[in-house]
Antibody, heavy 122, light 109 residues
Framework: EVQLLESGGGLVQPGGSLRLSCAAS????????LNWVRQAPGKGLEWVSGISNFGETIFYADSVKGRFSISRDNSKNTVFLQLTSLRAEDTAMYFC???????????????WGQGTPVTVSS | SSVLTQPPSVSVAPGETATITCGGD??????VHWYQQKPGQAPLLVIYYDSDRPSGIPERFSGSNSGDTATLTISGVEGGDEADYYC????????????FGTGTKVTVL
């Protein structure tokens, strides 16, 4: 079964850091780009970052540029999102999503994980 | 950053047709994808490349894209179609980024 499983979310103070993981199974991980999408409570979807299949191309939303960092380990079938300098407005459910091919921006998000919650509060 | 505008809500009786629009300057020649999201669940792809349906998505779901507006149409609406729907585009006008629409809540009366 094709699956994405996020972990690493939790409660963190403003200015703090967190590392999210997304473990993949059921498909050839190194042939697909991966993205992170977040959703604040009661709000819509917001794309956060994307990484190509071998990590050579990376994009970020302006709202997280310079604070968040995406990476992947194809040997462990896992994509990561390092969150730093966290703010209250970063509070959201964070989903990882698989694109149909290896390039960011060329296909739809055909597979999604169930998400991991991040709460930034003192 | 670019904005994709959707109507906040659409109400439709069972068996009728729901039409959801997605408008914005960046639609143009871009391809549009559509997602359905039910409460407490992850989004689900229902239309990709403007009008293609993933396997398992009923034929009642269809999509089109012309000019600066993309449209998701749900024909013969059923109670299980009640959900939030989002359009999505890859924006290359500045720093490359994905943009999601503002979202539409479909209510089945």
């Amino acid at each position: 079964e094709v699956q994405l499983l996020e972990s690493g979310g939790g409660l963190v103070q403003p200015g703090g850091s967190l590392r999210l993981s997304c473990a993949a199974s059921g498909f050839t991980f190194s042939t697909h780009a991966l993205n992170w999408v977040r959703q604040a409570p009661g709000k819509g979807l917001e794309w956060v970052s994307g990484i190509s299949n071998f990590g050579e191309t990376i994009f970020y939303a302006d709202s997280v540029k310079g604070r968040f960092s995406i990476s992947r380990d194809n040997s462990k079938n896992t994509v990561f999102l390092q969150l730093t300098s966290l703010r209250a407005e970063d509070t959201a459910m964070y989903f990882c999503a698989r694109e149909g091919d290896g390039h960011v921006g060329t296909d739809s998000f055909e597979i999604w994980g169930q998400g991991t919650p991040v709460t930034v509060s003192s | 950053s670019s904005v994709l505008t959707q109507p906040p809500s659409v109400s439709v009786a069972p068996g009728e047709t729901a039409t959801i629009t997605c408008g914005g300057d960046i639609i143009g020649i871009k391809t549009v994808h559509w997602y359905q999201q039910k409460p407490g669940q992850a989004p689900l792809l229902v239309i990709y490349y403007d009008s293609d349906r993933p396997s398992g998505i009923p034929e009642r779901f269809s999509g089109s894209n012309s000019g600066d507006t993309a449209t998701l149409t749900i024909s013969g609406v059923e109670g299980g179609d009640e959900a939030d729907y989002y359009c999505q585009v890859w924006d290359t006008s500045g720093d490359h980024s994905y943009v999601f629409g503002t979202g539409t809540k479909v209510t089945v009366l």
